[in-house]
Antibody, heavy 128, light 113 residues
Framework: QVQLVESGGGVVQPGRSRRLSCTDS????????VHWVRQAPGKGLEWVAV????????SYADSVKGRFTISRDNSKNTLYLQMNSLTPADTAVYYC?????????????????????WGQGTLVIVSS | DIVMTQSPDSLAVSLGERATINCRSS????????????LAWYQQKPGQPPKLLIY???TRGSGVPDRFSGSGSGTDFTLTISSLQAEDVAVYFC?????????FGPGTKVDIK
């Protein structure tokens, strides 16, 4: 049973930082790229960031570029999202999701992917 | 970024009837070199994460019932639920992965009439 579990959400003040984690169980974590996708309350889905299986390739949405950093520790089967300079617009449920589009590292950032599975999500509320 | 739109915003269908959801991309998501459409569909029920239904525009995900089917090419796509079941009440999203900055449609809510 493949399962991703996010943690680290909560209430954070504007301008502050937060780190989210996503831990996998049930599949070979180091074999797959992984993404963060967020969903503001009652809204649609917004892709946030991706990291390749070995951590060498990363890409970010323009809305978070320069503020968020995606990373992974394959020895701990864990994905991270370091979020800095948070604003109320960052309030959302943050999901991690496995990348299922097989592609080599040379062309990794040429294409996106479909996602399966998704974690249950962790809610981040940015508010004073 | 590629902008994804969906229609209708919501629809209500009788149990056992067909439900059809449309998705359009602002530019083609068909890659001519491999003739594949970089388009996926997801189902999201309240309080749950999205669940993959379809990828490559028409390939069902693992364990997805065959009443769900995807079609279309280029910029216009359709998700069809051939015989709506009570458990299909959800919001459905399309997603393009033609670019690394993937984008999603706004969603279509499906209810029982």
């Amino acid at each position: 049973q493949v399962q991703l579990v996010e943690s680290g959400g909560g209430v954070v003040q504007p301008g502050r930082s937060r780190r989210l984690s996503c831990t996998d169980s049930g599949f070979t974590f180091s074999s797959y790229a992984v993404h963060w996708v967020r969903q503001a309350p009652g809204k649609g889905l917004e892709w946030v960031a991706v990291i390749s299986n070995d951590g060498s390739k990363k890409s970010y949405a323009d809305s978070v570029k320069g503020r968020f950093t995606i990373s992974r520790d394959n020895s701990k089967n864990t994905l991270y999202l370091q979020m800095n300079s948070l604003t109320p617009a960052d309030t959302a449920v943050y999901y991690c999701a496995r990348d299922l589009n097989p592609r080599d590292l040379a062309t990794f950032l040429n294409w996106g992917a479909w996602f399966d599975p998704w974690g249950q999500g962790t809610l981040v509320i940015v508010s004073s | 970024d590629i902008v994804m739109t969906q229609s209708p915003d919501s629809l209500a269908v009788s149990l056992g009837e067909r439900a059809t959801i449309n998705c359009r991309s602002s530019q083609t998501v068909l890659y001519s070199s491999n003739n594949k459409n970089y388009l996926a569909w997801y189902q999201q029920k309240p309080g749950q994460p999205p669940k993959l239904l379809i990828y490559w525009a028409s390939t069902r995900g693992s364990g997805v019932p065959d009443r769900f089917s995807g079609s279309g090419s280029g910029t216009d796509f359709t998700l069809t639920i051939s015989s709506l079941q009570a458990e299909d009440v959800a919001v459905y999203f399309c997603q393009q992965y033609y670019t690394a900055s993937v984008t999603f449609g706004p969603g279509t809510k499906v209810d029982i009439k």
